[in-house]
């Protein structure tokens, strides 16, 4: 991993730019692949902090990868094993060396696949509204942190830039993919989970949930697309420090949401600057959880 440069904004010409989100910078190399670049901004509630996480965008490539590997015989995945350096200039490719992915060019689907197995977060704050969670009624009197009975699959819309995502029930999902579609993407995402929680807890980390996109190739075959079980997408809970009844610390983004809200921002407007030791703090859990995960 190459954590030389700290990068929060890539600039390559010698390809097409095509969209820059929340984290990361996507560029045209051919009809059929994306050069996806993992930059080191850091979105939290929705909104991009002024402030990048050092080494982020490395930490966030290498464990995607590893993911993909790992778990490519439940479903195919974008990433083509090829380097970046082959469209690159050497300039350019030094700037995103180890944070940069060749894909294969898919049409994204406009659903975000959350699977949860923990009580938390936005689903905690749901069940004691309501009981449920998108519409799943779950059992009376769960605490915080505590293990589902069982996986369940909680989608939500993928809002543009700038925008929030919102919770939405199954039947909106099969409305906007078709039900093909959403019933596939409920059934893989599961076991994408689960096989990836079962291989986390024997080395000390408890995915609460996670986040999974997908997207279609002309032929309409389903991808598993964007990033895979980082510390951006996914909760992940030390287990020898994991307890019911209040949230966990983490090895992801959400040290940098509790201090967020520490600060009394209304997460609308500008967000404050991050303090140096809040980064780097977070560059460190980041790379704990990439270290026990893929050592």
């Known amino acids: 991993m190459n954590n030389r440069n700290i990068v929060f904004e890539t600039q390559i010409n010698s390809l097409e730019f095509l969209y820059r989100g929340k984290v990361r910078d996507i560029y045209k190399i051919d009809d059929e692949r994306l050069l996806v670049v993992q930059t080191d901004r850091l979105s939290a509630f929705d909104v991009v902090l002024p402030d990048p996480i050092p080494g982020k965008g490395c930490l966030l490539t290498e464990l995607s990868v590893f ?3 790992k778990l490519s015989h439940l479903i195919p ?14 300039g350019e490719f030094e700037q995103v060396d180890g944070r940069a ?8 689907l406009p659903v975000e696949a959350i699977v949860r197995g923990y009580l938390a977060g936005s689903g905690w704050k749901e069940y004691r509204n309501t009981g449920s969670i998108c519409g799943i009624v779950l059992p009376p009197n ?3 942190a505590q293990q589902l009975p069982q996986t369940i699959f909680t989608p939500s819309t993928k809002a543009d830039l700038g925008d929030h995502d919102e919770n939405i029930a ?3 999902v099969v409305k906007k993919i078709g039900q093909n579609y959403a019933s596939r993407i409920r059934e893989v ?3 994408l989970y689960e096989e990836a929680a079962t291989y986390a807890l024997e080395r000390g980390i408890i995915i609460a949930d996670t986040k999974f996109e997908f997207g279609t190739d002309s032929d309409g075959e389903l991808y598993l697309i964007d990033e895979a079980l980082t510390s951006d997408s996914s909760r992940f809970w030390p287990q020898d420090k994991y307890a019911i009844g209040a949230s966990p610390p983490s090895f992801d983004k959400q040290f940098v949401r509790d201090w967020l809200e520490s600060t009394g921002w209304d997460k609308q407007s500008p967000p404050p600057c991050l303090p140096d030791d809040i ?17």
């Open 170 to 172: 199954f039947e909106s």
């Open 67 to 69: 993911w993909f590997q």
């Open 279 to 295: 980064a780097q703090k977070t560059s460190d859990k980041y790379k704990e959880a990439l270290m026990l995960l893929t050592q």
């Open 77 to 90: 995945n974008h990433w083509l094993d090829h380097s970046p350096k082959e469209f690159l200039t050497d």
């Open 101 to 108: 992915m060749v894909v294969r060019r898919l049409k994204p």
């Open 142 to 144: 769960l605490q915080q």
């Open 189 to 191: 995402s599961c076991k």
